[in-house]
């Protein structure tokens, strides 16, 4: 017993921290904790060898895991009725996620050993993006600075340096308060300090620029319509009922284009086969194409057919590692016949409506890099396209809606985003909510938006993440250096 009381003792930073970052998340979006939440794992990190670290950020990662990942085990459960199955997901996916946190954990102990404070919101940035990218498993959910996105004033350094930057910005502020609380002097937290404020004020100077260019009004629908386990037999006439009137509307108001979810569709062929008929109004949706090999494609109409297939797919759930010499997993999650297939022309836009339009389609929101690339295609207006239906009851539509959001502030671009459940809405090129339907319900949202002649997103935004991911890179293959042997060096 008192062994245990010993490790609890010790572990209460990261059961701290890691409750703190959970609170700032869906459901409780108490966003402004990110500023200190991570002060107590911080501190704790000051005094520790590396396995210690790692033991540490393992069990930190392991708790936001189970905090931040029960949508996949809600999901496996709904799929296939079973607990058991529901839990393995969740537990597998939570205790991956601890490996990650691990390797954050002694990084950031790596930091202090050598002296280096500064270095740790660059290496926490970096970690960030290496989890983003990873091959296959790339799943950027849960950075630190998502719960941020509402303040819009505040985040628009994100322009500059994507959702990356944000979060390198947010540690910024956990260091300060963790120094000041270890009774550091102002003269090392001085800089930390103008790091903080002139990011602050570079993100008030963005958000003060004013929009201009070309007026464009823009509908998104929300047919209200489960499609992912509402019934099969109904859904073509459910969808039908729920989206045409929502097109007719647009034919009347002046709506310039529609945009409509993931999923409204059959693309087996092309033209695709559609439950609703397409007006005089320009749409946009989801749909699967072809046979084999299917794609998950973003359509358009106007005045013809086009479309651009999804380059990044929903591991486990579009696509199977192994599918072929593990048959019994497709068979135990009921996933659908067959892989899907990426797309082969990388990230593509459309020119629907007399206007660039960039698809992102339903999981690709979640990576910068898509918006990026559309940016610099031209794209004048994002449409993410989105079944959200699988995820209902858990924080995942409210995380994915941020994610949205984010993907706008970066670009500088108006976004339109329908899901089929929700959430639908539109911003500004500051990621402003200008309108946002109620989950669940049918609606429809028409907004005027000033798009501009260019996404006003430079190249150079790139910039600070593959940095922070190289000098992440290379600090972790230098020597480390013990915290005792820096306290002697600084003393002497």
Not at 43 to 61: C, D, M, P, V
Not at 72 to 90: C, D, E, M, R, V
Request: glycine share 10%; proline share 7%.
């Amino acid at each position: 017993m008192e062994a245990w009381k010993a490790r609890l003792v010790k572990a209460w930073p990261c059961i701290a921290s890691a409750v703190l970052v959970l609170l700032a998340f869906p459901p409780f979006n108490l966003a402004l904790l990110v500023f200190v939440a991570l002060v107590p794992w911080l501190i704790s990190l000051r005094q520790t060898n590396g396995r210690e670290a790692w033991k540490s950020g393992y069990f930190f990662g392991l708790l936001l895991g189970l905090g931040q990942l029960y949508m996949l085990g809600t999901l496996a459960y709904n799929w296939t009725g079973s607990i058991l199955i529901g839990l393995l997901p969740w537990l597998v996916a939570s205790l991956a996620y601890g490996v990650y946190f691990g390797w954050v954990g002694v990084l950031i102990s790596k930091c202090w050993a050598r002296g280096w404070y500064w270095l740790i919101p660059i290496v926490w940035a970096g970690l960030e993006v290496f989890r983003s990218y990873i091959p296959v498993f790339a799943f950027p959910w849960g950075l630190l600075a998502t719960p941020l996105w509402p303040l819009t004033p505040l985040v628009q350094s994100a322009h500059f340096g994507m959702i990356f930057l944000v979060s390198a910005w947010a540690v910024v502020a956990n260091l300060i308060v963790a120094l000041l609380m270890e009774a550091e002097g102002y003269r090392r937290v001085r800089p930390l300090i103008w790091a903080f404020g002139l990011v602050a004020l570079l993100s008030l100077y963005r958000f003060s620029q004013p929009e201009t260019g070309q007026k464009f009004v823009v509908t998104a629908g929300q047919p209200g319509v489960d499609l992912a386990f509402g019934p099969a037999n109904s859904r073509s006439e459910d969808l039908r009922a729920a989206i045409q009137p929502i097109l007719d509307r647009a034919d009347g108001d002046g709506s310039q284009l529609v945009v409509l979810p993931e999923g409204v569709a059959d693309a087996g062929q092309m033209p695709p086969i559609t439950p609703f008929a397409p007006g005089s109004t320009p749409i946009v949706f989801g749909a699967r194409r072809g046979l084999e090999p299917t794609f998950q494609s973003a359509l358009a109409y106007d005045k013809g057919w086009k479309y651009v297939d999804k380059t990044r797919l929903v591991i486990f759930g579009e696509f199977v590692p192994g599918r072929d010499r593990l048959p019994f997993l497709a068979s135990a999650l009921r996933l659908p016949s067959g892989d899907m297939s990426a797309g082969t022309e990388g990230t593509k836009s459309m020119e629907v409506a007399g206007i660039t339009v960039g698809p992102v389609i339903c999981f690709e929101a979640l990576f910068p890099d898509i918006a990026y690339r559309q940016a610099l295609n031209g794209s004048r207006l994002l449409a993410v396209i989105s079944i959200d239906d699988w995820y209902m009851g858990t924080m995942a539509p409210d995380q994915l809606r941020a994610l949205s959001v984010w993907r706008s502030i970066e670009t500088g671009l108006p976004l339109v985003r329908s899901a089929s459940l929700g959430y639908t809405l539109i911003t500004d090129g500051k990621g402003r909510l200008l309108a946002q339907a109620p989950t669940g319900e049918r609606r429809s949202l028409r907004e005027e938006l000033t798009l501009p002649e260019k996404s006003p997103m430079s190249p150079a935004a790139a910039i600070f993440p593959i940095g922070a991911l190289l000098a992440t890179l290379v600090f972790a293959l230098l020597p480390r250096k013990s915290a005792r042997s820096h306290a002697t060096e600084e003393q002497g």
